[in-house]
């Protein structure tokens, strides 16, 4: 089971989202090239409807599980948390949508760094609490490539 | 939902075998409280929600993102620029998936502000699942 290094309001000092947008409230010990990150889906998310998590939710929510390992990174440099924007969505699938009361856990791979581009492997896990353990045995419900620009 | 007053449709209509929907974004979503504090973004996946919606409409029932083999974001889209946004769909007929998944469509689209195209998507979108 890995250490959770952050969670919920500390995430805060990571990412430049704020409420009601924030789709991360875990962020676990990384080891790199990995970054592990949770979400624990409740009822008020304004990416439900009608106890289902969207696509655009999922999407989000590993969009921001990035921008969460950027932040880390640039914290460890003593710089900046800076906003970071989706350039590229590639090959993104969604097995199924993660339901209200679920936990939702992503594993972030740094495949390239060029400049301020950045490209990741994200992948999503239903999984019944926090424990990323738990989600590398099982099948991504979601998984995507995706390009970020950091402003 | 965030997407019921996110945007409206000014205007429906179509071009060959498309349809383009006249939007405008509501400045006053929930979403800018959040992306981002005092400098309003609107965001990516948003952007991919209209999609979705406009493509909704255009089928008559609601749809749901399954793939996307490629999006990519051109332009940043913000609620300064919240007129003439254009959003052009092309869904091609239904793909028959297994029972499980229901109806599967392909779509092309993209998202112009003005002349500028600032989205481009293709993908495929599945009917939405209901209450497990």
């Known amino acids: 089971m890995r250490a959770i290094l952050l969670r919920e309001e500390q995430i805060k000092s990571l990412i430049c989202q704020r409420e009601p947008v924030i789709l991360i409230d875990t962020f676990f010990k990384p080891a790199d090239p990995e970054y592990y990150t949770g979400l624990k889906i409740l009822p008020g998310n304004i990416f439900c409807r009608e106890g289902i998590f969207s696509a655009e939710g999922v999407i989000e929510h590993m969009a921001q599980s990035s921008a969460a390992m950027l932040g880390y990174l640039a914290a460890g440099r003593n710089e900046q948390v800076k906003t970071s924007y989706i350039g590229e969505i590639r090959d993104f699938e969604l097995v199924d949508n993660p339901r209200t009361g679920d936990f939702l856990e992503t594993i972030i791979e740094i495949l390239s760094e060029v400049m301020d581009v950045i490209l990741v492997r994200a992948e999503s896990y239903v999984v019944s609490e926090p424990v990323v353990s738990e989600a590398v045995v099982s099948k991504p419900i979601a998984s995507c490539k995706m390009k970020l620009v950091i402003n | ?132």
Not at chain 2, 81 to 92: F, G, K, P
Not at chain 2, 107 to 130: D, N, Q, T
Request: with cysteine.
């Open chain 2, 1 to 132: 939902m965030w997407i019921d007053n996110y945007f409206t449709i000014n205007r429906k209509s179509g071009i060959e075998n498309a349809d383009i929907y006249d939007v405008e974004l509501n400045p006053d979503s929930e979403i800018y409280r959040g992306h981002f504090p005092g400098e309003p973004v609107s965001p990516g996946v948003c952007s991919i929600g209209m999609i979705v919606a406009c493509a909704s409409r255009s089928i008559g029932s609601p749809l749901e993102i399954r793939k996307i083999s490629r999006c990519r974001f051109l332009s940043v889209i913000s609620p300064q620029n919240r007129q003439d946004l254009r959003i052009r769909i092309e869904l091609t007929d239904a793909i028959l998936a297994d029972e499980k998944q229901g109806k599967m469509y392909q779509i092309e689209a993209s998202i112009k502000y003005k002349e500028l195209v600032c989205l481009s998507l293709k993908g495929e979108l599945a009917e939405r699942p209901g209450k497990a």
